[in-house]
Structure formats: C-alpha cells, structure tokens
C-alpha cells in the first residue's frame, strides 16, 4: 500500500548533503532557490537524526516521526490521498485515519531506514539538485537525482509548499511518477472494494500498523 516510490524519495534524503550540488541561481525566482535549500538542509538533518549506529527501532521511529513532520506536510498529504472520501467521512474516522496515515509511514520506513544506520551505509550513493524552479502561487518545484556508483541516477522532484514562515514537501515524483496520486489510486480501490465505506481502509490501515508493528 506504502509504495516503493515513496520509500524511494524519502531515502533520497539519507544521501550526504556534502556533495549535493545547487545550481548557479542567476534570476532564479527567490522562493524555489529558497526552496532548493530547504531540501538540502533537510536532507542534512535526515543524517544528523538517522544514520546512527546501534540505534534502537524505537529510537528510529520517534527521530522519523519528528523528521517527517518536519520536512512534510503530513495532514494535507494524508488528506490529498483520500481524496473524496474524506469529505464523507466522520471526524472520528478522519481523526483515526491521521493517526493510521502517519503510524504506517513511521513504522515502516524507520525499520527501512535503519538499513542505512552504521555499516551498512553506502557512503557512494548521493542526492545531486540539479535545478528548482516556481510553481504556480505558493509552490516551487526541486529537482533531483539520487546518484548511484552501480546503477543509473533516479529522479527524484520535490514539490514543496510554503506554509507561513517554514515550508514543506506535499509531493514527491519518482521518475514523473506522483507519490501522492499513486497513493490516492491505491486508497481509492482499497475503498470501492469495501462497498465505498471509509470503515474498509481504515480496517486496512489497522491490518498494516498491526503488522508493521
């Protein structure tokens, strides 16, 4: 359900922001330059917070937890990937499902990121920024490569939001490829399969926390 573009993306972050590359800005618009930074000081932190030996699963969930929060907007994600079935749901199932949303992506993505704890961290696999640019109102696009020794890059864009003061990831492309609307897809069938009831994904979501835990 959590798809494998998504992990893809958020383990672009683990790559050492030491030789990530921003691009000259000439008259590059101030919010995506200031964007493009965003992302790099966030992939910054993803080291500084992650990649640590011995560090225990539940360590690794609760510096995830505050790692996704930080750099995504998790409630518009979570909301955007409903879709409209948000809108026919009850608060108490759109409080659970938050919960749900968020639990799935901590408890699966910290297990797969303590692969990049201590030894097993390739120290060759790099996140290159290779251009940003505005879009529309609010947004800004960040380009990026995940630059592999033994294998060719993937591409990797950030759409990032600014909210007030601070800013945020609310999408990530794989290859042109739209996390969030692979996601909504895979929600969405998860609901018409249950007959259209919210009550069918959130049991779902309750299956895969379960598990993951």
Same mark, same amino acid.
């Given at each position: 359900?959590?798809?494998?573009?998504?992990?893809?993306?958020?383990?672009?972050?683990?790559?050492?922001?030491?030789?990530?590359?921003?691009?000259?800005?000439?008259?590059?618009?101030?919010?995506?330059?200031?964007?493009?930074?965003?992302?790099?000081?966030?992939?910054?932190?993803?080291?500084?917070?992650?990649?640590?030996?011995?560090?225990?699963?539940?360590?690794?969930?609760?510096?995830?937890?505050?790692?996704?929060?930080?750099?995504?907007?998790?409630?518009?994600?979570?909301?955007?990937?409903?879709?409209?079935?948000?809108?026919?749901?009850?608060?108490? +199932?759109?409080? *659970?499902?938050? /919960?749900?949303?968020? &639990?799935?992506?901590? $408890?699966?993505? !910290?297990?797969?990121?303590?692969?990049?704890?201590?030894?097993?961290?390739?120290?060759?696999?790099?996140?290159?920024?290779?251009?940003?640019?505005?879009?529309?109102?609010?947004?800004?696009?960040?380009?990026?490569?995940?630059?592999?020794?033994?294998?060719?890059?993937?591409?990797?864009?950030?759409?990032?939001?600014?909210?007030?003061?601070?800013?945020?990831?609310?999408?990530?492309?794989?290859?042109?490829?739209?996390?969030?609307?692979? +996601?909504?897809? *895979?929600?969405? /069938?998860?609901?018409? &399969?249950?007959?259209? $009831?919210?009550? !069918?994904?959130?049991?779902?979501?309750?299956?895969?926390?379960?598990?993951?835990?």
């Amino acid at each position: 359900m959590i798809t494998r573009r998504f992990f893809i993306a958020c383990a672009a972050l683990l790559a050492f922001a030491g030789t990530v590359a921003l691009p000259t800005a000439g008259r590059a618009d101030a919010r995506s330059e200031a964007a493009a930074k965003f992302i790099q000081d966030l992939g910054a932190r993803a080291i500084d917070v992650l990649v640590k030996p011995d560090l225990g699963r539940q360590e690794s969930m609760q510096r995830f937890r505050v790692l996704l929060n930080e750099g995504f907007d998790v409630p518009y994600i979570s909301r955007f990937v409903l879709g409209r079935t948000w809108n026919t749901a009850t608060p108490a +199932q759109q409080q *659970e499902y938050g /919960s749900l949303f968020e &639990r799935l992506i901590v $408890q699966v993505y !910290a297990d797969r990121f303590a692969q990049y704890s201590g030894q097993n961290l390739d120290v060759n696999e790099t996140l290159k920024i290779t251009g940003h640019r505005p879009e529309g109102e609010n947004d800004a696009i960040v380009t990026s490569q995940i630059i592999r020794p033994d294998a060719p890059p993937v591409a990797v864009d950030w759409r990032v939001r600014q909210r007030g003061d601070a800013m945020k990831v609310i999408d990530v492309a794989v290859e042109g490829v739209s996390m969030s609307v692979t +996601q909504r897809s *895979e929600f969405s /069938s998860v609901v018409q &399969r249950g007959g259209g $009831q919210m009550e !069918a994904l959130l049991q779902t979501l309750r299956q895969r926390v379960g598990s993951a835990g």
